[in-house]
């Protein structure tokens, strides 16, 4: 079994300032991990994966995360934020023999200050 | 190329009554998953199906069920509905390659029930 936590649930930021998103996971056998992007009234899109290789991957709106297998964590990060990347994020793995099923983080609301 | 499609976007029904909600995955993808969202659960697994046969379930009672048919649209139904049913439910379609994980999900819009 898998699990997933996100220690912030709602993050404030100014525009144009950095930003990183926490995520660290647990599970018994090697897993997929997702970053995904909810805004209002919407279903999740999802902003980048890491399934192997190069552990800094980068995604769509400028972000990216970084995989650390000692640490079991996935932060997310953007260098520069603007009032549309105000939003929910969840952090989400899948393990890697055959199973469909995405276990999710209960999401941070990122915030952007004008 | 189309995305996942959910329908209604939109529902109201009273307690006790059933409802039926539909997912119309991508073109080409095989596997459907079904997720229940609300404020104080988060994102939770329902269940998903492959091939018209169900490979996996998540942990809730069996008022909550579904099925897909040859073409891979699916539908959920949930019976004798409750007030805690009311949620945001999210349908996501996958390749599925044989023998992987999940490689990427693609997310429709949602259902929003609300049971009154």
């Known amino acids: 079994a898998q699990s997933v936590t996100q220690l912030d649930s709602q993050v404030p930021v100014f525009e144009e300032a950095p930003v990183e998103l926490r995520c660290n996971y647990s599970?018994?056998?090697?897993?997929?991990l997702f970053w995904y992007v909810q805004y209002p009234n919407q279903g999740l899109q999802l902003l980048l994966k890491?399934?192997?290789?190069?552990?800094l991957v980068k995604g769509i709106n400028g972000f990216e995360a970084e995989f650390n297998k000692s640490q079991t964590s996935f932060h997310l990060r953007k260098p520069s934020v603007h009032i549309s990347d105000t939003a929910e994020y969840f952090c989400?793995?899948?393990?890697?023999?055959?199973?469909?099923?995405?276990?999710f983080g209960t999401g941070t609301r990122l915030t952007i200050i004008p | 190329k189309a995305g996942v499609t959910q329908t209604p976007r939109y529902l109201i029904k009273t307690r006790g009554q059933q409802v039926t909600l539909s997912c119309s995955p991508i073109?080409?993808?095989?596997?459907v998953s079904w997720y229940q969202q609300t404020p104080g659960q988060g994102l939770q697994f329902l269940f998903e199906?492959?091939?018209?046969?169900?490979?996996n379930k998540g942990n809730f009672p069996g008022r909550f069920s579904g099925r897909q048919f040859s073409n891979s649209r699916s539908e959920m139904n949930v019976s004798t509905l409750e007030l805690g049913d009311s949620a945001l439910y999210l349908c996501?379609?996958?390749?599925?390659?044989?023998?992987?994980?999940?490689?990427?999900?693609?997310f429709g819009q949602g259902t929003r029930l609300t049971v009154v």
């Open positions: 989400a793995v899948s393990d890697l023999f055959g199973n469909e099923k995405l276990t």
């Open positions: 890491y399934l192997s290789g190069s552990t």
């Open positions: 073109s080409g993808h095989r596997s």
């Open positions: 199906y492959f091939s018209e046969t169900q490979r």
């Open positions: 599970s018994s056998v090697s897993v997929y």
């Open positions: 996501a379609s996958s390749l599925s390659v044989r023998g992987g994980g999940n490689t990427e999900a693609f």
